[in-house]
């Protein structure tokens, strides 16, 4: 099969034009922030400019992209949903290590701690016994041919993004390929066109993360149960301040003011703004007043809100995290609304987590079934912590600072998000870098997953691009529990990012990568 | 009633930053085309900006908005379908006039008649006795409280726009109602903002432009019948090159495309585009090479597409009309395709018919029914001819070149799309300023309609402005027919356009005016 199609000009023009026209019409858009250093000042009010696309859909195996969705992510969703249940292992394995070199953790399990010690008096402590995760397991494939396996990248458990681009790429790919755009660029005759061409509706799987991730929110909601009575219930957006990349964020709430019963949908900017804007009731009800509705100063006539699902697209990175940043996730907490996550639920995003579970026996505590076992174990690849303390810390030490393996490594902080991570070759100076060894225990060292390399088209915002690409696939579970019980597992959408092979971060909207579509094999 | 409600700060912050969100996630943008002077260089590749929208629904008189849409759109039609069926009226009353003073319009007219002489010979002239019209005829209020009427603007024939942008519109307003952010605007209490609030989704009528246009495509496909066995029959929509606007077309061609039997769509660039892609097969029919389908150099091996009906999006401004666009104009006019518009469709689209419709006797000769007649007649405004030798053109030209009376008049050039009209007192100085008073012929004078005038917030690239302003009502009406017989009519979807009342144009994609719902009272 050659891939991707030769796409001579001006059919290549044809085709980049068609998916900026795409682009524009669905919202597909980036928002032009002034603060966006890349952006031209002066833009008109509410200017945009699109995501970046693969122009062709890539290659992924198909049994492995059912694999990942059906058999591996309700077992990783019951994993971690087991795993933030046991406050003393996440003590034990993440927390301990990560105490005096992160002070990111540090300020997450504070909060834990102080909910924990207030929970012995009234109004203070945990409002809700009931926890969601709408987490992202991201894979790659490693290996060749007949043997390729997909290995873990991470596990998100916070404002997991991408959903909404995802899926409005594929309904691009896909109707791109339903006018037919694709069938003739082979070079090849019609009749072998009709044959040959790789990129056939039936190969593109249809993706509707927007609707299950808003079908998720109300099944929570609506596990939440009723409101006091002259209230109304609603579903609470925490969201970042001028945040640039909207478009992931608001089709979710579209969607769910769009229900046949419609789940009243609001937005808070993380920080002050949730402060101000909320309360909690003499039951632990997280009351809302909404921007529209007045402020609540004119003697308390305004029916506030109920909030029945706190949905944080915010509090994800160290620096939101001052006192009022505190007391925003303190607030939330206490509330008798159901987090997605909570507290304990996002410190499962650290990378920490992973290299943890890697430990013997870890996952048989957890998951009592050889196969789920050896389900989740197939996908990891090795990841040492960097403590100058246990065996496995001294072994990455060495690995990591030794010039001659450093190159198989990937060095990863706690940090959510992309970015931080330091590759290959740059480890050992990165390490010897920093200002005291003790700081190496923020890390873990994890070995680098060998893609396959297959040919794609990228359009970015700096132009068109064909090269040589990697993909990766993300997986949306949706996981609720509370304390003993799993109330609902299950895999709800995916999305696929294809960056080019010799990049290696892969952040979207930082402009590494782009979305893109599976064309199963 | 207050209206519109106030919007303190930070509230109405809040709301136009919820506008903004919606307009991008939407699609509701125009393409940043470097060559538009007014947005700054070196933007991204795709960026682009908002289509101006209003902040608050405007009030509207709920009866003239159904009796513009029910009663009046199917007898415009009518006439329209007759008149274009006449062309010795035709002759006589628009283009004879028109001949020395108008080149558009003698370009139009020696198209049609090279069709009429060649249809003697074998191969030339109009491939196809079905006509097909998506018209908007635009009006005004005229008037005061219980006196008020719809005046019409004037009535488009060719390349109709704003469908797109006007069902997102109301989309938008009435997503934003169903939010409840018009509720408390007002400063009123919970319970008075209940009762007192006007702004309720059941006074925002739904709007379906884009399935409403796209299945009058569909309709019309269907009616040109089967392709040639081996062949697919396909829309094919001539567009402008460079075109800001392509979210006010694209839409209808996703939804072609998207029906549960896709109706197959293409683009093509009118002029030299239209001419290398397409050929006439042997039974005239309109074969449409695709883009990304091949050239056809490989040996003829390539499908075509036979294109059922063509849909002008182009070709309705005098530039384009170079030799190359005149070749083109008759390309598609010799093809068995149905035609949206005929050419003489296309210039019943000059303001010159309006006026000649007043003349004593036209509306009775055309439609046959008292009723009839008298819903159209009162929708006229006074309207003069500037002809120099008939009994209304010395009228015309003596209300026009008084200071004292041209304040009531607006000159208008028989140009299709705004931006070429004369208000008021700035027409006795631009008739004078013309080389000779034959050129005066060119314009008809109409007298100004008088809105009532309201409060609402523009939302604009410029930025956000609370003004005086008055509105327009376009209503889409669908019309096939062929000699002697209307096969279809009705109306098919509606827009609400709305501009300072101190602005003379209605221009919302050149800045003047932006995309409204009508709240009906």
Redo the contacts between chains.
């Keep these: 099969m050659i891939y991707p199609p030769t796409t001579p000009e001006?059919?290549g023009h044809?085709?980049t034009t068609q998916i900026?026209?795409?682009?524009?019409?669905?919202?597909m858009?980036l928002?032009?922030i002034p603060l966006n250093p890349?952006?031209?000042?002066?833009?008109?009010?509410?200017?945009?400019?699109?995501i970046s696309t693969s122009i062709f859909p890539t290659p992924f195996p198909k049994t492995l992209f059912y694999y990942a969705k059906q058999t591996l992510q309700p077992i990783y969703n019951e994993l971690y949903a087991l795993l933030a249940q046991d406050e003393s292992w996440l003590y034990e394995a993440v927390i301990r290590p990560l105490l005096p070199v992160d002070a990111f953790a540090r300020t997450l399990w504070e909060i834990h701690e102080r909910l924990t010690n207030e929970g012995e008096q009234e109004g203070g402590g945990y409002g809700s016994n009931i926890s969601m995760g709408l987490f992202r397991s991201d894979y790659m494939l490693h290996g060749e041919n007949a043997g390729l396996q997909l290995k873990q990248v991470e596990f998100n458990t916070i404002a997991c993004a991408g959903g909404c681009h995802a899926n409005k790429a594929v309904d691009m790919h896909r109707?791109l390929t339903?006018?037919?755009?694709?069938?003739?660029?082979s070079g090849a005759?019609?009749?072998e066109v009709k044959r040959d061409s790789p990129i056939k509706l039936s190969s593109l799987p249809v993706n509707d993360n927007i609707d299950a991730l808003a079908e998720s929110l109300a099944v929570a909601h609506d596990m939440y149960g009723r409101p006091a009575a002259t209230r109304r219930a609603g579903v609470l957006f925490i969201v970042q301040p001028d945040n640039f990349n909207?478009?992931d964020e608001?089709?979710i709430e579209?969607a769910l003011?769009d229900r046949d019963v419609?789940v009243?949908?609001y937005r808070v900017e993380w920080g002050v703004d949730v402060l101000e804007r909320t309360c909690l009731g003499g039951d632990r009800e997280l009351l809302f007043y909404?921007?529209?509705?007045?402020d609540g100063s004119?003697?308390g006539?305004?029916?506030p809100v109920e909030i029945s699902v706190v949905y944080l697209r915010a509090g994800l990175e160290a620096h939101e995290y001052d006192s009022t940043g505190i007391e925003c996730r303190v607030r939330l907490e206490q509330s008798r609304a159901i987090k997605c996550p909570s507290s304990l639920g996002h410190i499962l995003t650290f990378k920490k987590v992973q290299q943890a579970l890697m430990g013997p026996g870890v996952l048989e505590r957890f998951l009592h079934s050889e196969e789920k076992v050896s389900a989740v174990r197939d996908t990891f690849m090795s990841m040492y912590p960097m403590d100058g303390v246990s065996t496995e810390g001294r072994v990455g030490r060495r690995l990591a600072t030794n010039p001659d393996t450093a190159g198989r490594y990937i060095l990863k902080p706690s940090l959510e998000g992309g970015g931080h991570n330091i590759y290959g070759e740059d480890i050992p100076g990165f390490l010897l870098g920093l200002t005291s060894e003790s700081e190496w225990g923020r890390y873990v060292l994890m070995e680098r997953i060998r893609s396959p390399i297959v040919g794609n088209v990228l359009?970015?915002?700096?132009?068109v691009e064909e090269s040589d690409v990697i993909s990766e696939l993300g997986v949306f579970g949706l996981c609720i529990w509370k304390k003993g019980e799993i109330l609902r597992n299950e895999a709800v959408g995916w999305s696929l990012k294809t960056k080019f092979a010799d990049v290696d971060e892969m952040s979207v909207v930082k402009g590494f990568g782009c979305f893109d579509t599976p064309l199963l094999v």
Excluded: C, F, M
């Design positions: 001006p059919q044809h085709l900026l026209n795409y682009q524009l019409t669905h919202g858009h928002k032009h890349r952006l031209p000042r002066n833009s008109p009010v509410g200017s945009s400019y699109p109707y339903k006018t037919g755009v694709y069938d003739s660029l005759s019609d009749d909207v478009a608001l089709p579209y003011w419609p009243p949908t909404p921007h529209l509705q007045g004119d003697g006539k305004r029916q359009i970015s915002r700096e132009g």
